[in-house]
């Protein structure tokens, strides 16, 4: 495809619900970021995989997030037990080259609430 | 970690006056600074972006300048039009074990009036 692709693009979880966020990014592109964007926030990292190494998660904010990108192309967020403070865009991000280094391109994002 | 800052947080201009936003970054191995643009329920895009080994880029009306000492960058966006107002976000990209990551500041809100 043309850009970074998300989806769902909007998903309502009731408290408790595991969800599952996917993201297509770029053929080819390298790294794959995800953040999470509160409202009227900057993104917030969360994880970042090079090919389908998950070399950084550490800002995944509790064991109940979960990602994977298991043949380095698609990637995937899960959320388990997802609850209130979970509400939030999530956005994945591919570039080409490894780590921060080039233009990172993002996809709509994926808006989830959690009632 | 990686600390950014930005400020306004909020900036109002005249169309055809020129916008400024700063940013601050703590960690002096950073070595890339892009600025992405976001209209509302939109993707972030990238509007800009320098490296550490140049001090300031230019791409028509809009310009960043990057002073590695001070840790500081700062985007001017010059003769501004309606079509620039959206949410600003700058990012450092600091060093970790890992690689490098993308450390976004939380944002200014340009509203350029007609």
């Known amino acids: 495809g043309a850009g970074v692709s998300q989806s769902p693009r909007y998903k309502v979880a009731k408290r408790g619900q595991d969800v599952a966020l996917r993201c297509d990014p770029i053929s080819g592109h390298v790294s794959l970021f995800w953040y999470q964007q509160a409202l009227g926030q900057g993104p917030e990292f969360l994880t970042y995989f090079q090919n389908e190494a998950q070399l950084d998660k550490s800002g995944l904010p509790s064991d109940r997030f979960f990602a994977e990108r298991p043949e380095g192309s698609v990637s995937t967020l899960k959320i388990q037990r997802t609850q209130q403070e979970d509400s939030a865009v999530y956005l994945c991000?591919?570039?080409?080259?490894?780590?921060?280094?080039?233009?990172?391109?993002f996809g709509q994002g994926t808006r989830l609430t959690v009632v | 970690g990686e600390n950014v800052e930005q400020h306004p947080s909020t900036l109002s201009v005249q169309e055809g006056d020129s916008a400024v936003i700063k940013c601050t970054y703590s960690?002096?191995?950073?070595?890339?600074f892009p600025w992405y643009k976001q209209e509302l329920g939109k993707r972030p895009q990238l509007i800009i972006d320098i490296r550490s080994n140049v001090g300031e880029k230019k791409d028509q009306r809009i310009a960043v300048t990057l002073n590695k000492t001070a840790k500081h960058f700062s985007l001017h966006i010059t003769e501004t039009q309606p079509e620039d107002s959206a949410v600003y976000f700058c990012a450092a990209t600091p060093r970790n074990n890992y690689g490098q990551n993308f450390v976004f500041g939380p944002g200014t809100r340009l509203s350029v009036l007609p």
């Open positions: 960690d002096s191995a950073s070595n890339y």
């Open positions: 991000a591919s570039s080409l080259a490894p780590g921060g280094t080039t233009e990172a391109f």
